[in-house]
């Protein structure tokens, strides 16, 4: 695991960081660490293309968005169930991944609240511990953030392989950018 370092976002919202009503998991300003935003990618970069999700964070990092302390980034892996502590006291929770959804490989899906948690009755993924199944347990300890969100990407191959295909790899920019756009919504309601 590991999160940002990176700069204050500039033109963020006020934030309660800034008005000291805390971050949410404290009543201190943000003195606990924790991001009121986590994005959280999931899969095993060792079945090919379900390792998008981690893909897609390492792009969003190297291109350095200055969200600050607002936003923790995450590769949880294959790691599913033993992610919930990662949750307590988030406001919002983007989820990076691989989803079969049953279009054309490289398709770019964003799903949201409700039709995030539908899409769990079939496999969508190639790991345990899908986004649906992490909100579901979520819910039963409380602990759901408000916002979620998943930016998935559909694979062409899932099984035993380092790299991606073309198609997913074609897709990673269109996916990195729809989950910037979607953090930055989520900055604009979640920190305030």
């Not at 964070?57 to 600050?68: H, Q």
């Not at 279009?103 to 079939?122: I, P, Y």
């Amino acid at each position: 695991m590991w999160t940002s370092g990176l700069a204050e976002f500039p033109g963020a919202p006020v934030s309660e960081l800034e008005t000291g009503r805390g971050c949410g998991r404290c009543s201190l300003p943000c003195a606990c660490g924790t991001a009121p935003v986590l994005l959280l990618a999931l899969g095993n970069p060792l079945m090919a293309d379900d390792g998008a999700g981690q893909e897609i964070l390492a792009r969003i990092a190297s291109e350095g968005p200055a969200w600050g302390e607002h936003v923790e980034f995450v590769d949880g892996g294959t790691q599913g169930l033993a992610l919930l502590g990662s949750f307590e006291k988030r406001k919002a929770v983007v989820f990076l991944d691989a989803v079969r959804l049953g279009d054309e490989a490289g398709a770019v899906h964003l799903l949201r609240g409700e039709e995030l948690l539908r899409m769990g009755g079939r496999a969508t993924t190639a790991h345990e511990g899908s986004a649906p199944d992490i909100l579901r347990a979520l819910e039963l300890l409380g602990e759901r953030p408000t916002e979620v969100a998943l930016i998935g990407i559909e694979p062409e191959n899932i099984r035993t392989e380092i790299g991606l295909s073309r198609a997913v790899q074609d897709s990673i920019g269109l996916a990195a950018g729809l989950a910037r756009m979607t953090v930055n919504r989520l900055l604009s309601q979640a920190v305030r």
